[in-house]
């Protein structure tokens, strides 16, 4: 049978995010496995060797901006979903998103609580 | 539905230090749901892709026992456990792992928050000897050969003092001392004496790094001797090949095997490029089941064994592989290069 569960990479510098987002996915039916990473430099890492099905992404990484991983994932691993986050959502910057191939573009403050909810459709 | 609380912040508080520091949520199975990617690239990446999901498949034979144990104690007793354990994969080093039961208010499977660090590098140490070590048949014997080998070692370091750095300076101070002559020149005294000055430096920090501890946390023993081959190879006196076998055997042996084969290499190479002449040099280390090998061979000069055994930091060395119940045999001849075998065994690394 095919396991249709997700591997979901997390990428974002936040403790906070990530002391609230692990129950939550934990809790996510169609996730079977996550790994976070707190840059861009540990992201890439990841993605060459784990090849996730789906990442959830922050704009502000410590070293490089998010976009630029987006940009790069999408050119290399076009099948990977990416779902973009940000504290400072702007229409700008949900523009450049969308046209770069984001699936969804959360606002961290207002939307967390549909992220499992968005995973698991 | 209730979720359990995780406060990452709070627990990897002052972990700072310990960088990289590893996480990963598993259940009751032991199975991987969550980690970061300090775990995925020092356990997982290199891992077989039917183990690379279940810590306890990450973790060392020798350990897994009682690694199960803190579990079966976190799941039923206590809420927090810490351990060091070994984990495969990762050249052998232990780390130190903290335990926490995440509470699930009775509903879904209990998970533990799993969060590790590199437990810091220990030398040889007094407590890991055994009870009653003086019962040991040729104990004593071999604690003044310790002492020995650590009386020349300071008698070569005091020479090495004496005779190059104190000549040095010594000269330094006489261009300086010119100074005070009236009709000097005073650009050429500076530059004899900031060139002699350096020259002191730059013997001391050779000095200083034979003596310093390599790091095996670092490099491994393997990646100890790419390193001190490479120095060798750059002084360009002769080539040197360095070939190993089964890495994570060798890196996963006690710290006070690694170092002495460590030093072994140090002091023949070191007797290498001051007596044999020698246009090649191979090193090879070994590990099998219950033994490792190492030997030095060269194809300088060579030397008659028995005229010229003793001085030459030979002694030194055997006592380094006796103390491990290991044994070091020079096979030589003038003309005939030399060749050092070294074996020890490995169960025997308990007595450090």
């Known amino acids: 049978m095919k396991n249709d569960k997700k591997v979901v990479l997390l990428v974002d510098d936040s403790i906070l995010l990530l002391e609230r987002m692990i129950p939550m996915l934990e809790e996510s039916p169609?996730?079977?496995?996550?790994?976070?990473?707190?840059?861009?430099?540990?992201?890439?890492?990841?993605?060459?060797?784990l090849r996730p099905d789906l990442i959830l992404l922050d704009i502000h990484l410590p070293d490089r901006s998010g976009i630029h991983l987006l940009e790069v994932v999408k050119k290399n691993y076009s099948h990977i979903l990416v779902f973009m986050m940000t504290n400072h959502e702007s229409e700008q910057y949900r523009e450049a998103c969308m046209r770069l191939g984001a699936k969804c573009?959360?606002?961290?403050?207002?939307?967390?609580?549909?992220?499992?909810?968005v995973i698991s459709a | 539905m209730p979720t359990p609380v995780l406060h990452i912040a709070e627990w990897t508080k002052g972990l700072e230090r310990h960088k990289p520091?590893?996480?990963?949520?598993?259940?009751?199975?032991?199975?991987?749901?969550?980690?970061?990617?300090?775990?995925?690239c020092a356990f997982q990446?290199?891992?077989?892709?039917?183990?690379?999901?279940?810590?306890?498949?990450?973790v060392h034979k020798l350990d897994i026992d009682r690694f199960d144990r803190a579990l079966g104690d976190c799941l039923t007793e206590h809420h927090f456990v810490s351990m060091e354990i070994r984990m495969k994969g990762h050249a052998g080093r232990p780390v130190n792992w903290e335990l926490r039961r995440l509470e699930p208010d009775g509903i879904g499977p209990v998970k533990f928050f799993c969060l590790g660090y590199d437990a810091p590098y220990k030398e040889q140490s007094a407590e890991k000897k055994p009870e009653h070590s003086s019962d040991y048949p040729g104990h004593r014997k071999l604690a003044e050969s310790v002492i020995r080998a650590q009386q020349e070692e300071r008698a070569r370091i005091g020479h090495e003092?004496?005779?190059?750095?104190?000549?040095i300076l010594g000269s330094a101070q006489l261009y300086l001392s010119l100074l005070d002559k009236v009709g000097?020149?005073?650009?050429?005294?500076?530059?004899?004496?900031?060139?002699l000055v350096l020259l002191a430096i730059e013997e001391i920090r050779h000095l200083s790094h034979e003596m310093v501890m390599p790091d095996f946390r670092e490099n491994g023993l393997v990646g100890s001797i790419q390193k001190m081959v490479e120095e060798l190879r750059y002084a360009r006196l002769f080539t040197v090949n360095f070939r190993h076998t089964d890495r994570l055997t060798i890196e996963s042996q006690d710290s006070c095997l690694k170092l002495a084969l460590y030093r072994i290499i140090q002091e023949q190479t070191r007797n290498i490029v001051k007596y044999s002449q020698a246009a090649n040099v191979e090193i090879s280390l070994t590990c099998t089941?219950?033994?490792?090998?190492?030997?030095?061979?060269?194809?300088?000069?060579?030397?008659?064994p028995n005229k010229n055994r003793r001085g030459l930091g030979l002694n030194g060395i055997c006592e380094r592989a006796a103390l491990l119940n290991g044994r070091a045999r020079l096979k030589t001849a003038v003309g005939k290069g030399c060749a050092l075998i070294v074996t020890i065994p490995v169960e025997l690394k308990m007595l450090c």
């Open chain 1, 30 to 49: 169609n996730v079977r496995f996550v790994v976070h990473a707190g840059t861009y430099k540990e992201a890439v890492t990841v993605i060459d060797d």
């Open chain 1, 105 to 117: 573009f959360f606002d961290k403050s207002t939307d967390f609580d549909q992220i499992p909810e």
């Open chain 2, 21 to 40: 520091f590893y996480m990963a949520v598993i259940d009751s199975q032991t199975r991987l749901s969550f980690v970061n990617t300090h775990f995925f």
């Open chain 2, 45 to 58: 990446q290199e891992a077989p892709p039917e183990n690379d999901k279940q810590f306890g498949a990450l």
């Open chain 2, 161 to 167: 003092l004496h005779d190059n750095v104190n000549q």
């Open chain 2, 184 to 195: 000097e020149d005073v650009g050429f005294i500076r530059d004899k004496a900031t060139e």
């Open chain 2, 289 to 304: 089941g219950d033994q490792v090998r190492l030997t030095i061979s060269d194809d300088g000069k060579g030397f008659d």
